[in-house]
């Protein structure tokens, strides 16, 4: 087997394998890290033996994620404030009618997959969202089908007592909530703005200690409303930029001027908005500048 024949398989599962990577580690930067160190082992694999490419790819980036994030424990337990993903940053047409990929995507669900151990993380997945065999998932976590199956069952109880109901963006509500929102907001209309925030909305920030941010959730649409009118009133904002971009399969807004500052995720349901996700953290702001495509 050529060397082409390598790089051809593993291109086109690339979306895939990369989706599969992302909802384990919450990582976009890490994630490419952790399709590059899987293509280095895949270039040594004799295709001959591969029975089932799609399966075999899976198994390989999943043990090498779960590496990662196993080694990456403790930094978690030692970061500062709270901890958010990386926002991933879609194209358009990737704003899908596949409910089950963009809910497993969304900021709320990936912070949610932090509560489980690393293995039950790569079952529920793997299992709930990419619909492998216990089989499959078994040889890509090390464990036996049987226990497997026990995980799945207890990491999905698990998901289904804490998440949150998700609701599909409609794109014509998503533009005219966002829009409103951005215009009080900047001309500090407070009347204005309560009326776009639920009654227990959250604002969740995440800079690492890097920049200055709450390193609490705050709640409460009042409260979250002065946050709000402090963050995006124009003669704070300056000369920075304000784009409207789709992460995480839901409305954002990158702020920036020559570097990226941060990037607010607005999570809407019933028509009002209910969490306001802002990534500060300079670390988390380095792969926003390129749309990435999804898949399962």
């Known amino acids: 087997m050529s060397a082409d024949e390598h790089a051809e398989r593993f291109t086109l599962l690339r979306p895939l394998l990369f989706t599969i990577v992302y909802e384990l580690l919450g990582s976009v930067t890490e994630s490419d890290d952790v399709l590059q160190n899987s293509y280095l082992r895949w270039a040594e694999v004799d295709l001959a033996t591969v029975r089932d490419t799609k399966s075999y790819l899976a198994q390989l980036v999943t043990r090498q994620a779960l ?6 424990a403790r930094r978690r ?25 963009a ?26 969202v990419f619909g492998f065999g216990y089989d499959d998932i078994a040889t890509a976590v090390g464990r036996s089908a049987a226990t497997v199956r026990q995980m799945a069952h207890r990491a999905r109880g698990h998901v289904q007592a804490r998440r949150k109901r998700f609701e599909p963006a409609d794109a014509a509500t998503t533009a005219q909530i966002t829009e409103r929102f951005m215009t009080a907001a ?15 909305v959250t604002w969740t920030a995440d800079s690492g200690g890097r920049t200055t941010a709450a390193r609490r959730p705050v709640v409460g649409a009042e409260r979250v409303a002065g946050v709000l009118m402090t963050m995006f009133r124009l003669e704070r904002l ?9 992460c995480n399969n839901t409305p954002a807004m990158v702020v920036g001027g020559e570097r990226v500052e941060g990037v607010f995720l607005i999570e809407i349901a019933d028509g009002r908005i209910t969490h306001f996700y802002a990534i500060r953290n300079p670390d988390k702001l ?6 990435r495509q999804i898949t399962r």
């Open 67 to 72: 590496n990662a994030l196993r080694a990456g």
């Open 77 to 101: 337990e030692d970061y500062v404030g709270s901890w958010l993903p990386e926002p991933l940053l879609l194209d358009e047409k990737d704003a899908s009618a596949d409910v089950v990929l």
């Open 103 to 128: 809910e497993s995507v969304s900021m709320a669900m990936l912070v949610l997959l932090e509560t489980l151990t690393p293995d039950e993380r790569a079952v529920f997945v793997l299992r709930e």
């Open 186 to 200: 900047a001309t500090g209309d407070l009347e204005g703005l309560l009326s776009l925030l639920a009654p227990d």
């Open 238 to 246: 300056g000369s920075l930029r304000i784009e409207t971009v789709n």
């Open 286 to 291: 380095l792969a926003v500048a390129v749309p």
